[in-house]
């Protein structure tokens, strides 16, 4: 089982550059987030969709935009990108936004110089 | 505001019991979680809590809740190199809303042969 899959693993963009993040699951989950992990920062939550069509803000948004293409795919998109978004990014999913259990991608690793 | 706290590193030796700890400020939690993340991967969901249990066994693990000093624990016996990860603690609101998970910053544990 795949799982959660996200492309790419590892990206270097320039500032400006725009890029997107892709991820995908295949476990019938209703729920996806992306969340950004850095350095003494945790993790963040930066856009979810509780389920197909709707997406909401979480606690980063700004410089984010996320697309929700149907049920398995949701995606993350970075308009023009500045060095303060060098980060990993997850995606994760579960059944349920109320579900206690997140399943994870193994991660971005996202520098913009 | 709402915290999670935990110590950001610990240190033990193969075969001995490790014990990471977590402080809490959201009383009105419903579940109260351990996630592990391994080098370059994404998070797993390693055990959760709910908020009217104090103590739940899982094989090597155990996870002791203390709701009056809002303290959460993970014991894991018998610790073994292939345990050294970052462990995140990690708690939601009294809706049960994955969308308001709140992090800790994670414990890197290391175990030395």
């Known amino acids: 089982n795949a799982g959660v899959t996200q492309t790419p693993k590892f990206q270097v963009l320039k500032t400006g550059q725009s890029m997107t993040l892709q991820c995908a699951q295949d476990?019938?989950?209703?729920?996806m987030y992306w969340y950004r992990q850095d350095p003494g920062m945790g993790l963040r939550l930066i856009y979810y969709?509780?389920?197909?069509?709707?997406?909401d803000k979480g606690e980063v948004p700004n410089g984010y935009n996320v697309s929700r293409l149907n049920k398995r795919e949701f995606s993350l998109r970075l308009e023009s990108a500045a060095p303060s978004q060098t980060s990993v990014y997850f995606c994760?999913?579960?059944?349920?936004?109320?579900?206690?259990?997140?399943?994870f991608g193994s991660g971005t690793q996202l520098s913009v110089l | 505001g709402e915290d999670v706290e935990q110590s950001l590193f610990l240190s033990v030796r193969e075969g001995d019991s490790s014990v990471i700890n977590c402080t809490y400020t959201?009383?009105?939690?419903?579940?109260l979680y351990w996630y592990k993340q391994e080098p370059g991967a994404g998070l797993q969901l390693l055990t959760y809590?709910?908020?009217n249990m104090d103590m739940k066994q899982d094989q090597r693990l155990t996870v002791l809740l203390n709701k009056k000093d809002k303290h959460l624990s993970l014991r894991i016996a018998d610790t073994q190199t292939g345990d050294s990860a970052i462990y995140f603690c990690?708690?939601?609101?009294?809706?049960?809303?994955?969308?308001?998970?709140?992090w800790g910053l994670g414990t890197s544990l290391a175990v030395n042969p």
């Open positions: 809590i709910f908020s």
């Open positions: 476990m019938n989950h209703n729920s």
């Open positions: 959201d009383s009105s939690s419903t579940y």
């Open positions: 990690a708690e939601n609101d009294n809706a049960g809303n994955n969308r308001k998970l709140i």
């Open positions: 994760a999913s579960n059944i349920l936004s109320t579900n206690e259990k997140l399943f």
């Open positions: 969709s509780a389920s197909e069509g709707t997406t």
